[in-house]
């Protein structure tokens, strides 16, 4: 299996501009998780599900984001309108039941 | 909700010293932690993991870690480091204490290896 895939690896924006970010989980992972990365906050939950229903979105910052994930082999992460403090690390991961959580490469999104 | 520390920010050590990063979490019931290790530009990758049985899990590349209940710690040990070791280490716990919750991660540990 080629892992958890995101894309895009690099997205550089103007504020205000909707960003969406995509995540193909490992085949057979039920559950899939959005985390974002930033100094100054560290790893942060954003969102999970499990078997494509969210289960927690209490980490969502606010109305902005959005998260869904239409089948089993997809999610998408998105931000509308976007701001300069949204720019940071965006990792998508999975895993199946209580196995190991594996994470994509992440998405490095740049608000100007 | 669950917690976890890393009080150390960045831990420097020169090659083939060995090193303890700290990690504590907040009491639970039941608990299961992880440590996972961030290369520069990648994603996290698992180390080891303790979910019950022995209080010693050794995991990849050489790395050890030990639950100890009373004190509410899980340390990250290794013997003897390389410079390839260097990267940022995070500790997490397993929120509400089940295996299938999600994990909540501490603020990292910079393990810098020097020659």
């Known amino acids: 299996d080629a892992g958890v895939i995101q894309s895009p690896r690099h997205e550089v924006t103007e504020m205000g501009q909707e960003v969406t970010l995509r995540c193909k989980p490992i085949?057979?992972?039920?559950?899939l998780f959005w985390y974002r990365q930033t100094m100054m906050r560290g790893l942060e939950l954003l969102i999970y599900f499990n078997n494509n229903v969210p289960i927690d979105d209490s980490g969502m910052p606010e109305d902005r984001f959005s998260a869904k994930m239409p089948n089993a082999s997809f999610s998408t992460l998105k931000i509308q309108p976007s701001e300069p403090r949204d720019s940071a690390v965006y990792f998508c991961a999975s895993r199946w039941g209580p196995g190991e959580l594996f994470f994509g490469e992440g998405s490095r999104l740049t608000v100007l | 909700a669950q917690s976890v520390t890393q009080l150390d920010s960045q831990v420097p050590v020169f090659e083939e010293a060995p090193v303890e990063l700290r990690c504590n979490y907040s009491?639970?019931?039941?608990?299961?932690l992880f440590w996972y290790v961030q290369y520069p530009n990648q994603g996290l990758q698992l180390l080891l993991k303790?979910?019950?049985?022995?209080?010693l899990v050794k995991g990849i590349n050489g790395f050890e870690a030990e639950f100890n209940k009373s004190q509410t710690s899980f340390h990250l040990r290794k013997p003897s480091v390389h410079i390839s070791d260097t990267a940022e280490y995070f500790c997490?716990?397993?929120?509400?204490?089940?295996?299938?919750?999600?994990?909540?991660f501490g603020t990292g540990t910079l393990l810098a290896v020097q020659p």
């Open positions: 085949s057979g992972h039920d559950y």
């Open positions: 303790y979910l019950s049985g022995s209080t």
């Open positions: 997490a716990v397993s929120d509400g204490g089940g295996a299938t919750n999600k994990l909540i």
């Open positions: 009491s639970s019931v039941s608990v299961y």
